[in-house]
């Protein structure tokens, strides 16, 4: 196979690659037609405080890494961040949170409904 076929292959498949990895937006998954029942007391309170209050509600030489500035202590914090908070742990994004303890699926889609639907 010639020099010029292999490279094209390695660019298709480099493409091909890069969009199965794309992440899901928040404008991927709109709210559902009927709302949602889940609220940040029955729902994203305990999600947070569960998988991201140790890093994102840290004083600043506790954070891990977290960048500053980036805090979910409350409700307000987390609608003023929620694409963010989606882009990185809701649905099928799974970069956040790091580590041994990663939310199951089924709370990361309950997390993307109530994101969704404006953290209500």
């Keep these: 196979m010639g020099r010029a076929r292999l490279l094209a292959l390695g660019l298709a ?55 500053s500035g980036y805090d979910f202590a409350t409700v307000e914090d987390v609608r003023r961040w929620r694409s963010r908070i989606f882009s990185r742990a809701a649905a099928d994004n799974t970069t956040m949170p790091p580590g041994p303890d990663d939310p199951p699926e089924g709370e990361r889609e309950k997390l993307a409904e109530w994101l969704a639907c404006g953290a209500p």
């Design 13 to 67: 498949a480099l493409t091909l690659g890069a969009s199965a990895c794309k992440e899901t937006t928040l404008e991927d998954r709109p709210c559902p037609p009927e709302g949602t029942t889940l609220t940040y007391e029955s729902f994203g309170e305990g999600f947070m405080d569960a998988h991201c209050q140790s890093c994102h509600g840290a004083p600043t030489k506790d954070r891990k890494g977290a960048p």
